[in-house]
């Protein structure tokens, strides 16, 4: 079984520093771990295409990041699908736009939330739901991170105790995995101090695995 994470926006320098999440920088630190620059299209329906595709997001979708078509290219998630495997999302409502089709079953995060909501309970309880149907595969999305970082920005108090409420939450739920699970923690691309991304430059496509 396969669990892949995806949290929104996380920077690598932050991901590393134990005072900003604690659990995860220790795993940076003692598991297998790598820094990955994302595509210089630095948005999430660039990584997303990426991330199940392995080709590179395109200019069209900096208009179309929230409501980006079907991804068209092959992807492991439908080889996957089409070799019988169940495959399961949770998170991020782009996922169900570019790769919908391969998903088994999919936990949609609620729609038309403000950006400075946070819902990230809603998100693990989703992917509890989902990890109990035992999938082959499971992708979950985290996309409040990247909501808290544009409403506040990466320095605020509210963004940084919002990543150590998420390191908690996080790691409360790797650690109900059994070790049929292999489980890989990575993000979709970098930010600004500001909280903003989408540029070809390190800070804003620096991201950890």
Same mark, same amino acid.
Do not use: C, E, K
């Given at each position: 079984h396969l669990l892949l994470v995806v949290i929104d926006g996380l920077r690598y320098d932050l991901a590393v520093n134990p005072e900003r999440m604690p659990q995860f920088a220790d795993a940076m630190r003692t598991r297998r771990s790598a820094e990955v620059?994302?595509?210089p299209l630095s948005i #999430? =329906?660039?990584?997303?295409q990426n991330f199940g595709s392995g080709q590179p997001g395109q200019l069209e979708q900096i208009v179309h990041n929230l409501s980006p078509d079907p991804v068209r290219y092959e992807s492991w998630l439908g @080889?996957?699908?089409?070799?019988?495997? @169940?495959?399961?999302?949770?998170g991020d409502n782009t996922w169900i736009s570019m790769f919908g089709q391969h998903f088994n079953r999919a936990w949609r995060d609620p729609p038309g939330? $403000?950006?400075d909501y946070d819902y990230s309970d809603v998100t693990f309880a989703h992917a509890r739901e989902a990890l109990a149907t035992a999938p082959n595969l499971l992708i979950l999305?985290?996309?409040?991170?990247? !909501? %808290?970082?544009? $409403?506040?920005? *990466? %320095?605020?108090?509210q963004?940084?105790?919002?990543?150590?409420e998420? /390191?908690?939450k996080l790691f409360g739920l790797l650690g109900q995995l059994g070790s049929e699970? #292999?489980? *890989? *923690? #990575? =993000?979709?691309?970098?930010? @600004? /101090?500001?909280?903003? !991304?989408?540029?070809?430059?390190?800070? %804003?496509?620096? #991201?950890?695995?």
């Open positions: 620059m994302s595509g #999430t =329906s660039a990584a997303i @080889n996957a699908r089409r070799r019988g495997l @169940n495959v399961a999302f949770a939330m $403000a950006i999305h985290l996309s409040v991170p990247d !909501h %808290q970082m544009h $409403a506040y920005g *990466v %320095q605020s108090a963004y940084r105790r919002h990543l150590r998420l /390191d908690v699970w #292999t489980v *890989v *923690v #990575t =993000s979709d691309h970098g930010a @600004n /101090d500001a909280g903003d !991304h989408g540029s070809d430059v390190p800070i %804003q496509r620096r #991201t950890p695995l």
